[in-house]
């Protein structure tokens, strides 16, 4: 049997024990509490100047993207303006930039461009233009956009740190009023643009040759309030074939003339009258006259037709043709009351570009007689990298009163010197376009390019 003082001292010793584990314990929690605190301090005063040594200097160049209805110089616009990332799709872009280029009264070109911000840029907008002569070479089209394009990237560079790299300068000195004071030359002209065009192309094998004579004149006289425009013209083509030792020779040949003039009434109507005349060999037409009053509508603005149009015209008018052979209705002449409508729609939108036509004429004698022609072109952009484009023209043709009533060769309709007998005409281009990878797009190299 155990002593009665052993268990005493027993539970003294588990005591002392657990005293000392739990005074350890405290006093390193105690220590660890402390420490945390210091830490936490020396990380609160330690952070500012942390953020201090960053590099607030970094250069993050803005994305642009370059949408263009038609020819914008874009190599050349990536090699002038390198401080900017200029990237393949319009949704990965902070600021798009759609560029349309048409043709103004006095033969040169009316660039419009419409800054769009996107991201950290939202809600930011801009128009810019700037107006070509006929006569500007590429190289001065070129340095007025690289112009445009920097004045109206300013707005946005002015909100990224780009901006301590951009220099601007002001001419201080001032015009002198006297020497320099702006007006208006006189135009002798009275606003009349000309152009004369004539080409002529030769082509040939050992047993084909062909020569091509292109010759035409357009007048045009355009102001705010009205336009005139006049176009003459003359076209021969010659093919010669030898095939098993038999000459085959076909000849084209068509000329006419064009006037139009056209009064504006309102920012959204407009009228006026058109003159056609044209002889061709081709549909048997010695001479066909055409005459007839036309009036307009455009649901949009006329000041807003680079960017939307949509405009519906109709004319009613007199027709006269006379022809070179008799005609399967047996006719030699024809005199033709006619109606027409047309409609017109052309977009260009940041989503794409759209231009579509589509006109109705009848005979006022016969409405059986007519046709109906539809015209597009658009190019959409449908996801990031994906676009869309189709091309085509559709007609149903019921008005062809040339058909000359002799047979002629098989060699001529396959020649097409012949026009044939149709219903309907078509042509059509779909296409689907996918663009992937690295976003960059600003790196011009033209290494062994066009090499074949």
């Known amino acids: 049997m ?15 024990f657990f005293r000392i584990i739990f005074k350890f314990i405290n006093t390193v929690l105690y220590r660890a509490y402390k420490l945390s605190l210091v ?4 990380l609160l005063f330690m952070h500012p100047l942390q953020a201090q040594d960053i590099d607030t200097t970094e250069v993050v160049p803005p994305k642009i993207f370059l949408n263009c209805a038609g020819e914008c110089f874009e190599d050349f616009v990536k090699t002038e303006i390198p401080l900017l990332n200029f990237v393949r799709d319009q949704a990965q872009a902070d600021i798009q930039v759609v560029i349309i280029s048409k043709k103004n009264a006095s033969g040169g070109q009316l660039f419009t461009l419409t800054f769009i911000g996107q991201n950290d840029f939202d809600a930011l907008v801009d128009t810019l233009t700037f107006t070509t002569r006929v006569s500007d070479t590429q190289s001065i089209m070129q340095e007025q956009l ?3 394009l920097k004045y109206g990237l300013i707005r946005y560079l002015a909100r990224t740190n780009l901006i301590s790299q951009i220099k601007i300068n002001f001419n201080t000195s001032g015009p002198n009023k006297e020497k320099e004071a702006i007006e208006m030359p006189d135009d002798k002209w009275n606003y009349w643009v000309f152009t004369v065009d004539a080409k002529a192309s030769f082509e040939g094998e050992s047993n084909r040759q062909s020569v091509s004579l292109n010759n035409s004149i357009f007048g045009r006289r355009i102001t705010e309030k009205s336009r005139i425009s006049t176009l003459a013209y003359y076209n021969y083509s010659r093919e010669k074939f030898n095939v098993n030792d038999k000459r085959i020779t076909a000849n084209f040949a068509d000329y006419g003339f064009n006037g139009r003039y056209v009064r504006s009434f309102t920012e959204h109507w407009s009228g006026g009258a058109i003159y056609t005349f044209f002889y061709s060999k081709y549909s048997n037409f010695q001479a066909s006259h055409q005459i007839a009053p ?3 509508y455009n649901l949009f603005p006329y000041s807003e037709s680079i960017q939307q149009q949509f405009r519906v015209a109709y004319q009613v008018g007199y027709r006269y043709a006379s022809f070179i052979q008799e005609t399967i209705y047996d006719r030699m002449y024809q005199n033709i009351p006619y109606q027409k409508l047309s409609v017109i729609l052309d977009f260009t ?5 759209i231009n579509t036509s589509l006109d109705a004429s009848t005979f006022l004698s ?6 109906f022609a539809l015209n597009t072109n658009l190019t959409i952009r449908l996801v990031e990298g994906l676009s869309l484009t189709l091309f085509g023209s559709a007609s149903l043709i019921n008005d062809q009163i040339s058909l000359a009533k002799e047979d002629a060769s098989d060699d001529a309709f396959l020649l097409g010197a012949r026009q044939l007998p149709t219903n309907f005409k078509y042509f059509t281009e779909v296409g689907l376009s996918y663009t992937f990878g690295s976003i960059n797009n600003s ?3 033209v290494r062994l390019d066009q090499i074949e």
């Open 39 to 42: 830490l936490a301090g020396c």
């Open 349 to 353: 939108k940041t989503w794409g570009n």
């Open 146 to 148: 690289i112009a445009t």
């Open 366 to 371: 016969n409405f059986r007689r007519n046709n």
């Open 294 to 296: 036309a009036v307009e």
């Open 2 to 16: 155990r002593p009665c003082y052993i268990l005493p001292f027993r539970r003294f010793i588990a005591n002392t």
């Open 443 to 445: 790196i011009v190299n």
